[in-house]
């Protein structure tokens, strides 16, 4: 099993930046595809964006591209997400997550996903 302990997140002015940071206790880029997804209130699940197998490949969704930026320190088996130009449409629970499988499907529905923490955008 993969443990993702996730932290950042927290209240900001729209505009304004925050970077969330997601510890894996595995982190093995040719076995699991690691990615963000949020949550809002009587909204859907929207996933953010994944790095793939290959380590370098990234893929967002549409809303935050040029916006929002993953990385990863294999490392410190850490993922991140730079979050800039907020929105109050970006206020949501943020949840990393990790699956085998590397697709949008696969992201919003992953095997193994971290506690979440809220960002508010006002």
């Known amino acids: 099993d993969v443990q993702l302990v996730e932290s950042g997140g927290g209240s900001v002015q729209a505009g304004g930046s925050l970077r969330l940071s997601c510890a894996a206790s595995?982190?093995?880029?040719?076995?699991?595809?690691f990615g963000w997804f949020r949550q809002a209130p009587a909204k859907k699940r929207e996933g953010i964006g994944y790095i793939g197998k290959d380590g370098s490949t990234i893929t967002y969704e549409d809303s935050v591209k040029g916006r929002f930026t993953i990385s990863q320190d294999t490392s410190k088996k850490t993922l991140y997400l730079q979050m800039n130009s907020l929105k109050p449409d970006d206020t949501a629970m943020y949840y990393c997550?990790?699956?085998?499988?590397?697709?949008?499907?696969?992201?919003?529905?992953?095997?193994?996903r971290s506690q979440g923490t809220q960002v508010t955008v006002s």
């Open positions: 595995e982190y093995t880029t040719g076995t699991y595809c």
């Open positions: 997550a990790a699956e085998r499988c590397c697709d949008w499907w696969c992201l919003l529905d992953p095997s193994y």
